[in-house]
């Protein structure tokens, strides 16, 4: 059953997953049938009777077959997730195949294959089979699965540690099979083995903590045990710890010894709140501010080696041109509700009641009104949703349908209101409003509920249809005059499976954290006089309000990233082309160059030791400036 459910867990698959999942299903059916046989042939009494194997093993392989087929069917050709009706009715319906299986298989095959395997040395097969099975499911567990399957992994284990319990168990039974029980117990260290030979620069221990395995939680575990000071890291098994006699000591400590070597001398970043609001003497400033965010958005400059995502950002680049575009801008952390809020706050790491006055109030405190138009809950943080005079939140419901597009509607719902503030009696006008068709499930055409082709194919149909809006959205608005300001950014980006990561939220990948900015203009002189554009999230509410007043903007130039998954926590910051990322959790750093390595393939730390340490500097100021600040994360 552990394979049922853990198949169960996958509510959208990429082509790799899926192709893999075909392939596995009949021996995975075969190999747990034999396993759920033989633990009831041993609770009975029964493990030399091969009739009984004769009798139940081609039911239960068939009905096994079945259960995994349907309930893969059910997760990946429905536009859904997994416990809603129609993967639910997809369940039932499989269940009942599965019996009907067994019960004709049982009134076809009585009295028939019962003969056929009594002279089986059971033991020996059933002790085999196991220990293939079992390490069969560490492999997959540990090379091919994502890590954003995390359901997936922990129905495994069970399944892993059943299978090897009953290869030993049989193996002890039996001298000859005790190299059996031997091979099954390796099991469990051999991709630990495989990667200690590969010869990976950073090493093995790097490599392990990289996949949330059964071999990560091992070494996690060790590390906990081996932590002599109670800091969180120990100075064995590659914890990073070069004291673990002083609490004090340990990677990126901020208030003692930095065992990184990063924070000496370190002076905490400053944080920059929005500017007071005093116009510059005769500046021409746009009389509608239009922000966009647009939900889960990567464009083809953001991964040439997804050739399926080529052109889908058309309308993007072809404003840019017309405008100023930045492809290389980054988000502060892989979740919108984090994400909204630095954006609207200009934080790193947003509070409830955030230190700095909110990019709306701020906007209303100049005598502009406030509008924003909400597709979904975690778009509007409730401190954000105080900050506008109103919020229209009416696309939420059609929104909220998996097979819905509402890209449509909210552009229609901006336009209309953009006509309204466009006479000149009126007050100028903020607006903010957020697309979310691209954000999984993943839907091509709108309305259909079928997933039959790629996700890939299916998320490049979103960002189309997104891009064809905003060129609509671009449009209205020179059609209104040429009085406005268009500024278009993403909550994040979204991973399709590079690095062994899907959709977003668990990782500082390139894929999940890079983010375009465009700012655009019927009329070029309403554009900021600066050529700098905001190089993270938590610059663009500092761009517009300097674009509201007329005033330069100057960018920092670099970007900090965060994020908290799977009990781990990542930092990152990018700054001219290159990124560092390092998992204070599991001890782990790496440093590309993504101008020229968009996949991440090619790890320089221990080429450029240098530029680890000047970025690294940065990162614990980053981390200082951090430290005692309570971030509250928003899930998705």
């Known amino acids: 059953m552990a394979s049922l459910v853990g198949i169960a867990s996958w509510p959208f698959t990429s082509r790799l997953a899926a192709s893999l999942a075909a392939i596995l299903l009949l021996p995975l059916a075969i190999g747990f049938s034999l396993l759920w046989s033989v633990v009831y042939a041993l609770v009975v009494g029964r493990v030399q009777d091969g009739a009984w194997f004769g009798k139940w093993l081609p039911s239960l392989s068939a009905a096994s077959l079945v259960l995994l087929i349907g309930t893969y069917a059910s997760n990946v050709l429905f536009i859904d997730t997994a416990l809603q009706a129609r993967t639910l009715v997809g369940y039932v319906v499989t269940a009942a195949l599965a019996g009907l299986v067994i019960l004709v298989l049982r009134a076809w095959g009585r009295g028939r294959a019962g003969p056929t395997l009594r002279g089986v040395r059971l033991r020996r097969v059933s002790a085999l089979l196991a220990a293939a099975v079992g390490l069969a499911l560490v492999i997959v567990d540990s090379t091919f699965l994502t890590e954003s399957y995390w359901s997936f992994h922990v129905g495994l284990l069970p399944a892993m540690v059943g299978a090897f319990t009953i290869a030993a168990g049989l193996g002890l039974l039996e001298r000859r099979l005790v190299p059996v029980a031997v091979m099954a117990m390796l099991g469990l260290l051999a991709p630990g083995a495989w990667r200690l030979g590969s010869g990976v620069p950073q090493g093995v221990y790097d490599q392990m903590a990289s996949i949330p395995t059964l071999q990560q939680r091992a070494l996690l575990l060790g590390r906990r045990l081996l932590d002599r000071d109670g800091d969180g890291y120990s100075a064995a098994l590659g914890g990073g710890d070069c004291d673990d006699r002083d609490p004090a000591a ?301 005033q330069p903007f100057v960018s920092d130039d670099r970007a900090f990233s965060w994020v908290l998954s799977h009990g781990k926590r990542e930092v990152g910051i990018y700054r001219d082309g290159f990124k560092l990322t390092y998992d204070q959790g599991l001890n782990v750093m790496a440093l590309y160059d993504v101008r020229h390595d968009l996949g991440e393939l090619r790890d320089l730390v221990t080429q450029r030791p240098e530029l680890v340490q000047s970025l690294g500097e940065q990162l614990a100021s980053f981390e200082a400036a951090a430290a005692g600040r309570a971030a509250r994360t928003f899930s998705e």
């Open 250 to 550: 340990f990677p990126l400590a901020t208030g003692g010894r930095d065992c990184l070597g990063w924070s000496a001398g370190v002076v905490p970043l400053p944080t920059r709140g929005l500017p007071e609001p005093l116009l510059e003497a005769g500046a021409r400033v746009p009389r509608m501010i239009v922000l966009v965010t647009v939900d889960a958005l990567r464009c083809a400059e953001t991964a040439p080696e997804r050739h399926l995502l080529d052109g889908v950002c058309a309308n993007i680049t072809r404003l840019g041109k017309q405008g100023r575009l930045r492809m290389d801008g980054h988000t502060t952390y892989p979740s919108t509700g984090v994400a909204i809020q630095s954006l609207h706050s200009g934080e790193v790491f947003p509070r409830d009641g955030a230190a700095h006055e909110l990019l709306a109030a701020w906007m209303g405190r100049q005598g502009r009104s406030t509008h924003a138009i909400s597709t979904h809950r975690n778009q509007m943080p409730a401190p954000v949703a105080r900050s506008f005079q109103t919020v229209d939140r009416e696309p939420q419901a059609l929104a909220a349908q998996g097979t819905a597009s509402s890209a449509a509607v909210v552009t229609d719902r901006a336009l209309a209101k953009l006509r309204e503030y466009a006479p000149s009696a009126k007050p100028p006008l903020f607006m903010w409003l957020h697309y979310y068709d691209p954000h999984a499930p993943y839907v091509d055409p709108p309305g259909s509920a079928w997933a039959l082709e790629d996700a890939e194919v299916r998320y490049a149909a979103e960002v189309r249809r997104v891009d064809a809006e905003l060129g609509r959205l671009a449009e209205g608005i020179s059609a209104l005059g040429s009085d406005a300001l268009l500024f278009v950014t993403a909550d994040h980006g979204e991973e399709l499976d590079e690095k062994g990561a899907s959709h977003h939220g668990s990782t500082l990948n390139e894929a999940a954290i890079r983010i375009p900015m465009l700012a655009w203009s019927p009329d070029r002189a309403l554009l900021n006089d600066s050529s700098d554009m905001p190089a993270s999230l938590a610059e663009v509410a500092g761009y517009l309000a300097a674009s509201a007043l007329g």
